[in-house]
T-cell receptor, first 115, second 115 residues
Framework: GQNIDQPTEMTATEGAIVQINCTYQ??????LFWYQQHAGEAPTFLSY????GLEEKGRFSSFLSRSKGYSYLLLKELQMKDSASYLC????????????????FGRGTQLTVWP | ETGVTQSPTHLIKTRGQQVTLRCSSQ?????VSWYQQALGQGPQFIFQ???????GRGNFPPRFSGLQFPNYSSELNVNALELDDSALYLC??????????????FGNGTRLTVT
């Protein structure tokens, strides 16, 4: 089966750094994604890791350890607009015709940034 | 480059009715997947279409069906609607085989309410 686990809620203050952890147990692995979702809106893509290590994109960084089934999303210099749900998703293979697979999502971590 | 567009934005149906949701994939993307996101949950994979054929399906009953057209747009059909079908339905598209690290880009979703 597939199990994606992440904290339900986190809070932080403006300008701070926050780390959102994600652990996973899946039968196949073809990459790990992080999405941001504001209330009432669709998820927007933040980052992607397929190899171990850190990927940095501006204020956001994501880390992956495949041997530990672990990832984190690091948000620096927090802003009020970063208040949102952050979704961790693992992709597996679907086989014939496409390398793209399906995403298994965690329930999301609701981040609240206070002034 | 146009993004993924979904229609309608909102829909209210009664139990037992049928519904069709539509998705236009991003230009150049030949793979479309559909996800269901219930309130407070992460999205769940319904199925994926690649070059007009279903090539993967999640744990959804047969009353959830789909189509992909030659222009790669797609439909999700749900028959015999149940109250638990109330959710945000997300369509995502990406390039097909060979784009190993292509992320999924979601449309804005269709909010379905079943009463």
């Amino acid at each position: 089966g597939q199990n994606i686990d992440q904290p339900t809620e986190m809070t932080a203050t403006e300008g701070a750094i926050v780390q959102i952890n994600c652990t996973y147990q899946t039968s196949g692995f073809n990459g790990l994604f992080w999405y941001q979702q504001h209330a009432g809106e669709a998820p927007t893509f933040l980052s992607y890791n397929v190899l171990d290590g850190l990927e940095e994109k501006g204020r956001f960084s994501s880390f992956l350890s495949r041997s530990k089934g672990y990832s984190y999303l690091l948000l620096k210099e927090l802003q009020m607009k970063d208040s949102a749900s952050y979704l961790c998703a693992v992709r597996d293979y679907l086989g014939r015709g496409s390398t793209l697979g399906r995403l298994y999502f965690g329930r999301g971590t609701q981040l609240t940034v206070w002034p | 480059e146009t993004g993924v567009t979904q229609s309608p934005t909102h829909l209210i149906k009664t139990r037992g009715q049928q519904v069709t949701l539509r998705c236009s994939s991003q230009s150049g993307h030949n793979t479309v997947s559909w996800y269901q996101q219930a309130l407070g949950q992460g999205p769940q994979f319904i199925f994926q279409y690649y070059r007009e054929e279903e090539n993967g399906r999640g744990n959804f009953p047969p009353r959830f069906s789909g189509l992909q057209f030659p222009n790669y747009s797609s439909e999700l059909n749900v028959n015999a609607l149940e109250l638990d079908d109330s959710a945000l339905y997300l369509c995502a598209s990406t390039a097909g085989t060979g784009s190993y690290n292509s992320p999924l880009h979601f449309g804005n979703g269709t909010r379905l309410t079943v009463t």
